[in-house]
């Protein structure tokens, strides 16, 4: 088979890049090691900022997303006992989220690559890239007992953080950094109304608790727990009382309670790999890059890494000209850095840590006190939240 980039990775990041390359006549295969109902069935990120809702839009996946999806001008920092408002829309100059499930964008990017007959391959076993330094690179993958080849210009690794692409790079070429974090956070996901119609984060001393939604019907929440935790420990029960220890009286006494239908622990890290290009091979998303999930960060910086891409390969293919491949990772980097500064620090300031002195305990509590005496504090906390600029 040949094509003019091979994409591995059918998540968002893999498919969004192959449907806006597609519009623009320039052909891909994207190759999914697991079927696309398990794809659909991971419950993952909700906030996308604006920007990641232009590109919906602009590869005219937006319609459902426009439709369905909640516009949201702010969100609750709870802690204390009393609830503080950050005004998005007020301190990021006009700007917002949309409240919209990953899965339910994934499920949109599938159905577009399906209305344009993209190539989409599902259980890709053995996915290897080859010849990446070479001006002909290839992949090859295994189906059934036959091996594959994809002859391409360009190889994209939008194969999340546990793929082969990011493995591809040489381990005296690749710098990882990486900061794990002492807990994780235990989701569950439920058919009950919203507790509230803005995402709650609580700061509690028994430790983070986050009121999300993906609908008026379908409720996202969120506590931190030990890393030594496991999901079989947590009845729905025991979920339910523990999430109202942390809230505030008022809004624990307003909690729509009822059974799971996705439960799951993920751990925290914070993780970049530098470069994200090597050769004809560019990393994207979590195949590059890693945040705690406390900032919303973490699919909105695929969302740049693949605005940066698609920019870069219909110069490349329409100009002959190449600058936006060759500072890639660079331009791409720059911006990944920041959302892992802010993933960092708004995880830092909420969360409890379990070796954490009376010290740092007071800093976090400074850093809310100033956080919501400075317009100028909010004003940094919300152009990070609604998304810095492409
Ligand atoms: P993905 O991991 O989504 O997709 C990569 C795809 O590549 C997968 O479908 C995988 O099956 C496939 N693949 C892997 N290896 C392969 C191989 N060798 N060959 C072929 N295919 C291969 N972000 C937020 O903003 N908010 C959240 O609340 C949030 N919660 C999260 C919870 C969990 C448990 C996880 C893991 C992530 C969460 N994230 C969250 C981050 C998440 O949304 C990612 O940022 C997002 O999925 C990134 O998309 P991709 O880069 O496409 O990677
Ligand atoms: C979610 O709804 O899953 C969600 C929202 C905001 C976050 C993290 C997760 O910061």
Redesign the pocket.
């Known amino acids: 088979m040949k094509t003019q980039v091979c994409i591995?990775?059918?998540?968002?990041?893999?498919l969004m890049l192959s449907q806006l390359l597609h519009r623009k006549g320039i052909d891909t295969i994207v190759?999914?090691?697991?079927s696309r109902e398990y794809?659909l069935g991971r419950i993952?990120?909700?906030?996308l900022e604006h920007g990641f809702a232009a590109l919906m839009r602009e590869a005219q996946c937006g319609e459902r997303m426009d439709r369905e999806g909640e516009i949201h001008d702010g969100f609750i920092i709870a802690h204390d006992g009393k609830m503080d408002r950050v005004d998005l829309h007020k301190y990021s100059g006009g700007s917002s989220v949309v409240v919209y499930g990953?899965t339910e964008l994934t499920r949109d990017l599938y159905e577009a690559r399906d209305r344009m007959k993209g190539i989409v391959i599902h259980n890709?076993e053995d996915?290897q890239p080859h010849d990446l330094k070479s001006a002909n690179p290839y992949v090859t993958y295994r189906s059934g007992d036959e091996v594959v080849r994809i002859d391409c210009d360009f190889v994209i690794g939008?194969?999340?953080?546990?793929?082969?692409s990011r493995k591809s790079i040489p381990r005296d070429v690749l710098k990882e950094y990486e900061k794990v974090y002492p807990f994780g956070w235990l989701g569950v996901l439920s058919r009950t109304k919203p507790v509230s119609p803005e995402l709650i984060y609580a700061k509690h001393e028994r430790g983070f608790a986050l009121c999300s939604l993906r609908s008026q019907v379908l409720s996202r929440y969120y506590i931190q727990v030990p890393l030594t935790d496991n999901v079989e420990d947590w009845s729905d029960d025991a979920f339910w009382a523990e999430l109202k220890r942390r809230l505030p009286a008022e809004v624990a006494a307003q909690l729509i309670t009822g059974a799971s239908i996705e439960k799951?622990i993920?751990p925290l890290r914070s993780f970049v790999a530098e470069p994200m290009r090597y050769g004809n091979l560019f990393l994207?998303?979590?195949?590059a890059h890693i945040v705690p999930?406390t900032g919303?960060?973490?699919?909105?910086?695929?969302a740049s890494d693949i605005y940066y891409l698609y920019h870069a390969m219909v110069a490349h293919y329409k100009d002959g000209d190449s600058t936006g491949l060759d500072k890639y990772s660079e331009k791409a980097l720059a911006r990944v850095w920041k959302a892992q500064r802010f993933s960092w620090w708004m995880t830092t300031m909420l969360h409890t840590f379990p070796d954490s002195i009376a010290y740092d305990q007071k800093l976090q509590d400074t850093d809310l006190a100033y956080l919501f005496s400075s317009e100028k504090a909010l004003g940094s906390l919300a152009e990070n939240y609604v998304g810095l600029p492409f």
């Open positions: 591995i990775g059918g998540g968002p990041s893999g190759l999914e090691r697991q794809v993952r990120a909700g906030v990953q890709a996915v939008a194969d999340g953080f546990h793929g082969v799951s993920a994207a998303g979590d195949a999930p919303a960060r973490g699919l909105n910086s695929a």
